[in-house]
């Protein structure tokens, strides 16, 4: 075989490839989700009601004129999405069915004591009165007594108390629900150092949660304190069902959540599965009136008075609590091309997408006169993640081998023409106060700059090391590939099995399909058989997430994060801890991950009594994942969204855009 002649032709196919996908993306595509999700972190924000890893814009949604200034008219706020909502149950959407698609339709129907103000980011009181109280050591315990307010209402006019916080960790921790109730409420004793022993209402504005130990940053406020709140008037016979059942769980969240009463700006009202989903108005959103100024000196008011700061500087963003439009519709739509025709023709006001709007369709909306951009900074990721239960992926040897095939300079740049920029640690770039550049060069700097025969060679090399071999080795002569390895057999002496590679379609993410094309290449050169399979969402998800007790099969998958609580992360705990495992209680560690040095830097993160403690222990727990690789950050692009001119934001400058926030359904006017 002369030399790199296999790469050249899989090269050659895949660079015509990445150009129908684009295409494709224009013209065709399927009904395909997508994990850019919430997870206890994957979650993107709420509008209404923030939870734990879903920033939210609570208090701060909505905006209501003056006593002088005419009132916005009401209006109909039409939405457009590619996926379905896969479930109307609260439950169950922040257990196993955390999508980012829920999350845009559902994460209103939850109240929280406290949220995450965008675009400030700072923690804001949504049911709570002022900041989060301080902890107070009481014997071997810390108790933390936190007033909420009084004049809080679901939306059918029930009064929110402190007995409906109690009632929400108690759910969680009786009936055993896991995933994000699990990070939300830490309320398992064994799992964690520092756990939430109890949340008793003292009254019906005063809430007193007990712990074990010192509540660190990431337990109180940006867990627990940020925890949704569900209304137990609602749901209590439904636990009590639950609660008597063979499997609480599976009898929980199987409760349909359609017509249940919320706690925000808007409530779920209709769910026609495959076709569109509609929430309406609620006269008792008790945010509604809530006036918030926000300043360039990192200044923030609510209703007259500076949460942070002294209020110098200048205004950048002030407004008040709506909700203005009556009714906030979702509209499914068969592929991205259906669902910008319909933004370009006036059908919707805004098309809701976790990757914003694809490089094959931006001229569509740059030259439509209907419509404005937003483009923002990401707060995510798109990646490659092992299935470490099985051979080859829980070598990792096998895992850094595959991580120096991958050329992430030549694939953004060459490739994907430029519209994403490789990434080469976790948290992204976009968020600034928790990045570390220092870092994030010294890993570009042992991946990028080398030429295919160094990747080859450092690929063998850490292959050979863990004990793999080849039914035909590898020439590499003068810094040349004279010939590719073929048949990788692993340290057991077992043959490595055909490896395939899951991403979504080019219908939905024409990047992504591209990039799983040019790694079944590289697996390919490095004598593994290799297919890229694309694959609609909830396939993907079947596969990765199977259910508790169940055997997790796949071998390598692409997809993507948003990674929620950009104030203050915890997605490394909720990603890759031990405590998470998919197939123990349906946690965001898909990949099987377990390290002990690392769980050990996740808990400090969240157990820091100070950002810089939290910092420290975040990018410790970062090299261990550079080392270890259960992952392989791939890239991701700058977020670009398009609305109708016709919509009003207060702001649309905001970490990850318009739909990190929801899309602001209590927020816009018209």
Known sequence: MSTSSKSTLWRLMAILAVFALVVAACADGDTSDDTDAPAATDAPAATEAPADDEPADEPMDDEEPADDEPAPAAFTYAMGMTSDITTTNYWAYYNADSTVYNSYVLGGQSAAVFGIDLPSLAVVPSLGVGLPAEAVQDGDNWVITQEIRGDATWSDGTPVTAGDIAFTYSTAKDVGLGGGWLSAYIYDEEAFEVALLSVEAADDTTVVYTFNGQPGLGVWPHSVGIAPVLPEHVWADAVAAALGSEDPVATLQAEDGQGTVGAGGHTLDTWEEGAFV?????ENYFGQGDEVVITDNGSFGLNGEWLYGDGGGNVITEYTDGPYADQVTYSIYSDQSAAMLALVNGEIDY???????????????LTAENLSIAVNPTNGMRYMAFNLRKSPGSYKGYRQAVAYMVDKEFLTQNVLQGVAFPMYVMVPEGNQKWFNGEFADEQKAKYSGLSEAERLAAAIEVLEADGFSWETPAVIEEGSIVSYPEGLIDPTGTPVAEQEVLAPPASYDPLRATAALWIEGWLENLGVNAVANPTDFNTIVAAIWPGVGEEITFDIYLLGWSLGNAAFPTFHEAFWHSRYLAEVNDGNNSTGFQN??????????????????????????EAILADELPYVVLFDTPITEFYNSSLNFPFTSTISGLQFGSGFTSLATK
């Open 278 to 282: 509609v929430r309406n108005a609620s």
């Open 351 to 365: 098309w809701i997408n976790p990757l914003g709007v694809s490089p094959g369709l931006r001229d569509q909306g």
């Open 596 to 621: 002990a040095d690392f769980d050990a830097a996740a808990d400090a993160i969240i157990a820091a009594q100070t950002e810089e403690e939290a910092y420290a222990n975040m990018w410790a727990a």
